[in-house]
């Protein structure tokens, strides 16, 4: 007889997990799985400690406790908000009814599809970052990279967990295959196409915590609102941690304009480049390019799955209980702008139901309009004459209504070679990559940073910006 | 959906909208790209590969170029040209927006199409492998499953699906289910998981329930394809080199006269002896003929849709038309072969059109040895025993003769001759009529061996025909479509005759029914957002 394990040491979780032996047996069988992926995939960088955040509970206080941990050995587990034992169906043909507990046989493989796909971008992360450590501006930067890397680590975990307490044996196969493909694999490649750039250089990492990780807050949104309690609760606990990655994004983002403005202040020109800051319009071309990317993460603009999903309560939408409708949409409209052949933009009325992606997509934007709104006051607060600006919806677009149009930054329908004899204006060229990647020298002294980017306002959890975040050998 | 312009069948390679075919010495590629923005008819995109009847029409051509104007060709390699999808099929708004007997002539016609990829593979010795780079639903598995081999990327996310139960509550129509249990040899109960998820299966388990022969890693993809391809055209026993052109069509030898009723189909024989096959090429007699003809029967069941009796005669001298058959027959090569299989092939379209077909049996027509078939096809047949009717004085009088023919090289989708099928299980009388073949059979003989229906005498001729015309257009056509497929294919069960009689009926019945195509049906709600309300009475 093998000895008994405390499950609850070992995975630490409040969903009952010591009491229910096939969930156990299948995440003992995982484990060791997850734990060669993030050895193969997980950052490159070995330290001797990180002071990280690790979820401890789900109440409303005290959910996190901060130490410093030996990467390897964080505490992947699982949490669920608490239930509530009222909540009732938001909207869809379902509207009213009692919340699932389990998965309706009806839509079984429906939700298995929408919890994979949201479950391969939480490793793809990871995966994309893995070489970050090597270049961290400071050790500030480089624990919050760890930081967001052990909690997308957990956010597979919480995606697995479902799909091994619910989805029986191909869900297993699904939890497993989530570690099989990998990031930009040219034989398994990630399932959505923006988790297969690459995110070579710390701007790319801010950026891609700004805007990517924001669409996944509102993936996460949309699916908090399920009528799948599990999946509900599961997603509203990966929100609060979400929230933390995409502080890393919008203070790094901050903190590169203010170095930026600082550089072009005492040298009195824009061109600071030779500084060693990033010029301005470096930094618009990758909002150009992370927005875009990210924007194709949404979805066609017209989506019967996505109506498919709503009207059996799957997915909702942002705030759905918020919203003042019937919550069914089968009888709202809504207009779509298109492009036309000739040029132009037109619209089309079309039921609501089928711009479901639109809907999210559009609160999505008005939130990123936010950031770029901070980093214009900086740049007006330092006396600096320049505005950044998201730009058009249909710009540099791979998905969607868009895709196959050539449309400008400022929303100009125009033909292939005026878009490629645009493209460098509008687009990191590789000249502006690698340039941005020789300013990436690793800073891992106490207090120090490096000089493309200014030092944090606040540290971490209350710490000063000089605490030593990690141990390195 | 119908279209107020008659639907043609020509297409040219070059002018292709929805397909890719480039040969690689014995292997050629045919890759989908489906122009998502032409379709046949207006309303509907082609998203996703997904495809209509324009689509297929191309892969049609296709696959016919393939067998005559590349000898060369041993394998041929059906993939996509788009990225992570291989196929989505039929097009579900086309589907849905389509008027029911639009619909039926869609899937018949695809269902031929991929009959004759098989056909090739088994009779062509021109093998087809689905080379599948990405998802691969519906009628996407279905393409898939008519190619002899089907080979999978490895990906870990692509699979391959028949989500119409669960999806649209219709079947996979396009032999989808009788060959992933007949030709696959799937085991019924994994079928039965398979068909009813609408996620469908990757990797290793394809492999394991036999859905898919092989995996194949992403990377380097195309090239391990080729690779497999260049193997499996080693196997092949196809030799042949200098394939012949097939030219515009001429419409010399086939004519179609449309009434609102009925079609007359006017098929004249030869007008000089047999030359070379090869030097002729689209223009000998039997390759042109059967091209018209095959032709003609697409247009017909495409645009003439109450055009429900088609008359079926023939003009000329069967002298000459057996010396072309035996042109034919006694090539003993790959374009003598393709000419037999192409023939057969048109056989068969007549075998599974729902039309009443009569055949007109009059003096000067030559329904000898392979035009007979088109006799022998019909649900019956009429001989004039007498003189012509404008011509009272004439010594001409109808005859039909037997040739090799009819006795093997033209089977039905059941695996029978058109006379081992009107004759089933009368072995003496099957023997009979082989000694009888090669001589002129007249009117009173042709009763006698039981060849034809009737054979009125010249005062009667025009009524009887008349009355019997007018007696089939008053008729129900659903039950008269029932009648003729339920008479048509006697004996043993194969996959063709399952997909076109069982599967086609079962579908024709669904597509109808208020679950698939009543206002809250799945197939009328699909792309709705809306989820189909079902009948729960079973019936």
Not at chain 1, 74 to 96: N, V
Not at chain 1, 189 to 202: C, K, Q, S, V, Y
Not at chain 2, 400 to 429: V, Y
Not at chain 2, 434 to 461: C, F, I, N, Q, Y
Request: net charge negative.
């Amino acid at each position: 007889m093998p000895e008994k394990i405390d499950y609850d040491a070992k995975i630490p979780n409040n969903v009952n997990l010591s009491e229910d032996r096939r969930l156990q047996r299948a995440l003992e069988g995982w484990q060791p799985k997850f734990m060669h992926w993030w050895g193969e995939m997980g950052p490159t960088l070995e330290t001797q400690g990180v002071y990280l955040r690790t979820a401890v509970s789900v109440g409303r206080e005290g959910w996190a406790h901060f130490d410093h941990v030996n990467v390897p050995d964080y505490r992947w587990g699982i949490f669920l908000a608490e239930r509530d034992p009222d909540r009732r169906i938001a909207f869809g043909e379902h509207k009213g009814e009692e919340v699932w507990q389990q998965v309706p046989g009806e839509y079984r493989a429906d939700l298995q599809r929408l919890i994979v796909i949201q479950g391969d971008t939480e490793p793809a992360s990871v995966e994309q970052q893995k070489l970050l450590g090597l270049t961290a501006p400071s050790l500030y930067d480089l624990r919050n990279l760890f930081q967001v890397n052990v909690e997308e680590g957990r956010h597979l975990w919480a995606m697995v967990y479902l799909l091994h307490a619910y989805f029986g044996r191909e869900g297993r196969d699904e939890a497993e295959g989530l570690l099989l493909r990998n990031s930009g694999s040219p034989d398994a490649p990630r399932i959505l196409g923006a988790f297969n750039e690459e995110t070579a250089d710390w701007l790319a990492f801010y950026m891609f915590t700004y805007f990517t990780d924001r669409d996944g807050k509102y993936q996460l949104g949309t699916l908090k609102e399920s009528s799948f309690d599990p999946l509900s609760r599961t997603c509203e606990f990966m929100l609060k941690e979400e929230a933390h990655h995409m502080m890393v994004g919008t203070t790094g983002v901050d903190r590169v304009v203010t170095r930026s403005a600082e550089l072009i202040r005492e040298h009195d020109t824009l061109d600071i480049g030779p500084h060693g800051g990033i010029p301005l319009d470096i930094i618009q071309k990758y909002i150009n390019f992370h927005y875009t990317v990210s924007l194709d993460l949404f979805g066609s603009e017209t989506s019967t799955n996505a109506a498919n999903y709503y009207t059996a309560g799957l997915k909702g939408r942002w705030q759905e209980t918020r919203r003042k409708d019937d919550h069914k949409l089968t009888d709202d409209a809504r207009t779509l702008e298109k492009p036309a052949a000739d040029g132009t933009w037109t619209s089309e009325e079309m039921q609501a139901i089928l711009l479901l992606n639109l809907d999210l997509r559009s609160e999505y934007v008005a939130d990123c309009q936010t950031g770029v709104k901070r980093w214009n006051k900086i740049l007006a607060d330092a006396g600096v004459d320049h505005t950044f600006r998201l730009p058009h919806p249909g710009f540099n677009r791979e998905v969607g209504i868009n895709s196959g149009h050539h449309v400008t930054p400022d929303g100009t329908i125009v033909d292939e070679a005026t878009w490629q004899a645009g493209k460098s204006k509008w687009l990191p060229t590789t000249e502006d990559l690698t340039f941005v990647r020789s300013l990436m020298h690793p800073v891992y002294e106490r207090g120090k940073i490096a000089s493309w980017v200014a030092p944090p306002r606040q540290g971490i959890n209350g710490k000063p910006f000089d605490y030593e975040y990690v141990y390195l050998t | 959906m119908t279209t107020t312009t008659p639907v043609t069948f020509d297409r040219r390679p070059d002018e292709y909208r929805h397909w890719r075919l480039h040969v690689d010495g014995e292997v050629a590629w045919l890759e989908m790209d489906v122009d998502e923005q032409g379709g046949l008819v207006p309303g509907y995109e082609l998203k996703l590969n997904s495809y209509d009847l324009g689509v297929d029409i191309e892969l049609y051509d296709a696959t016919q170029r393939l067998r005559f104007e590349h000898p060369e060709v041993r394998v041929v390699v059906v993939t996509s040209a788009k990225d992570k999808v291989f196929c989505a099929g039929a097009n579900i708004r086309m589907l849905a927006a389509s008027e029911h007997h639009w619909k039926v002539n869609f899937c018949k016609f695809t269902n031929e199409t991929r009959n004759g990829m098989e056909d090739a593979t088994e009779h062509s010795g021109q093998t087809y492998v689905a080379a599948v780079n990405g998802t691969c639903a519906g009628g996407g598995y279905e393409i898939a499953l008519a190619c002899e081999k089907i080979l999978l990327i490895d990906d870990n996310s692509s699979t391959v699906a028949l989500p119409e139960v669960p999806l649209l509550g219709v079947l996979p129509g396009t032999g989808g289910l009788t060959r992933v249990v007949d030709k696959r040899r799937v085991r019924r109960d994994l079928a039965d998981v398979f068909a009813t998820r609408p996620d469908g299966v990757k990797g290793k388990t394809a492999v394991d329930w036999r859905l898919v022969d092989e995996l194949v890693p992403r990377q380097g993809f195309r090239e391990a394809v080729a690779k497999r391809a260049r193997e499996i055209a080693r196997e092949s026993d196809r030799t042949g080199e200098g394939g012949i052109e097939l030219t515009p069509l001429e419409h010399r030898y086939v004519d179609t006269d449309v009434t609102k009723d009925q079609v007359t189909i006017t098929i004249k024989g030869p007008e000089n002896d047999p030359g070379d096959l090869h030097e002729e090429g689209a223009n000998g007699w039997f390759l042109a003929m059967t091209r018209e003809l095959d032709d003609a029967i697409l247009r017909l069941r495409t645009n003439e849709v109450e055009a429900g009796t088609w008359i079926l005669k023939t003009q000329g001298d069967p002298e000459k038309v057996l010396a072309h058959e035996q042109a034919v027959f006694g090539a003993k090569d790959w374009l003598g072969n393709e000419i037999t299989q192409y023939f057969k092939r048109t056989l068969k379209r007549l075998d599974v059109t729902s039309r009443s077909l009569i055949a007109l049996i009059e003096p000067g027509s030559c329904f000898a040895g392979s035009l007979l078939e088109l006799a022998l096809a019909a649900d019956r047949q009429y001989i004039l025993d007498g003189p012509p009717i404008d011509d009272e004085d004439s010594d001409e009088r109808a005859t039909i003769r037997l040739s090799e023919a009819n006795f093997g090289p033209f089977p039905m989708g059941n695996g029978l001759t058109r006379l081992q099928a009107r004759f089933h299980g009368d072995d003496d009388h099957l023997a009979w009529l082989a000694r009888e073949k090669d001589h002129e059979l007249s009117a009173a003989e042709a009763v006698e061996l039981g060849l034809v229906t009737d054979a009125p005498d010249d005062l009667d001729w025009e009524d009887e025909i008349r009355i019997a015309l007018e007696g089939r257009a008053s008729l129900s056509p659903d039950a008269l479509t029932g009648l003729e497929a339920n008479h048509r294919f006697v004996g043993p069960e194969t996959i063709e005759t399952k997909i076109f009689g069982r599967l086609a009926a079962w579908q024709n019945w669904i597509f109808t029914r208020p679950n698939a195509s009543g206002p809250e049906g799945a197939l009328r709600r699909y792309g709705t957002g809306q989820k189909a309300v079902f009948d729960r009475k079973r019936v």
